[in-house]
């Protein structure tokens, strides 16, 4: 089965694709805020610095991308470049769909190409969110809950490790998680590759329960043979998963209280 960087027709999921670097150094010219970091770097730049700072430089993308901006090609191609490891991780999680790599590219194709780049910002939580939200549409699913029920019985034994004082609710665990993870990537609260990587925790919780030391810290869920089944799924290193749910995790803690009213006040 291809894979979501095989369906977009990219070279490779880690190099930037060869337009897109031909193009940057024009785009610099026009565009003081793509000085800050060059073509080849600009997935591990967006990792590290503050959402609002990483938002600058997604919105420049996505105008330029955009069909109702300057309709680029080349700017389209680095903006679903710079967004695919959270469409990864949601093609992984829908991975029981048929054609499910196929959906999310697509959709993460279409959601560049129509940003509403003059209303909206937040490109990463947004477009990432819209594709979600299309593929579950096109399946004839509800956004809510997830339509993989595995999510629903997992999320509800593992929520309480990232929700410790949350009274039960009407809403599903699955439901509860995914009000929780949304909200804090739309108020950039964490990042949407670590929403997404918290996810596939779970779901990878349901399928190997039995590398979940629960007594141990978070649940298991930073533990050395579990954080290695996380990391093959999503191909990246077991030291980066662990480190990655302890930030995601330290900074929903923190925010705990914030979050949960915001939501509360939404519903």
Not at 70 to 97: E, F, I, K, N, T
Request: charged residues 25%; proline residues 5%.
């Amino acid at each position: 089965m291809k894979s979501v960087v095989n369906e977009l027709d990219f070279a490779s999921s880690e190099t930037v694709p060869s337009e897109v670097e031909a193009a940057w150094p024009g785009w610099q010219e026009l565009h003081p805020e793509l000085r800050v970091v060059e073509a080849g770097g600009l997935r591990a730049w967006l990792k590290q610095v503050p959402g609002e700072e990483s938002d600058r430089v997604l919105c420049v993308l996505a105008r330029r991308a955009s069909e109702q901006g300057d309709d680029d090609h080349d700017a389209r191609a680095a903006l679903v470049w710079a967004l695919l490891p959270g469409a990864g991780c949601l093609a992984s999680r829908y991975r029981h769909l048929p054609n499910s790599n196929f959906m999310v590219a697509e959709q993460l194709w279409i959601q560049a190409s129509q940003f509403p780049w003059r209303t909206t910002s937040k490109v990463a939580a947004n477009v990432l969110a819209k594709v979600r939200n299309e593929v579950l549409r096109e399946i004839g699913a509800s956004t809510r809950p997830d339509p993989a029920e595995r999510l629903n019985a997992s999320a509800t034994q593992y929520v309480d490790t990232w929700r410790s004082h949350i009274a039960p609710a009407e809403p599903t665990g699955a439901d509860e998680l995914h009000d929780l993870l949304d909200h804090a990537v739309d108020t950039q609260v964490i990042t949407p590759w670590d929403g997404a990587l918290l996810l596939v925790a779970v779901d990878v919780g349901y399928d190997a329960s039995w590398a979940l030391k629960r007594d141990s810290c978070l649940g298991g869920f930073t533990g050395n043979a579990f954080s290695a089944l996380v990391a093959q799924r999503l191909g990246c290193s077991a030291r980066t998963v662990r480190r990655r749910i302890h930030r995601a995790v330290r900074a929903l803690r923190d925010s705990l209280p914030h979050l949960l009213d915001e939501i509360r006040d939404a519903a």
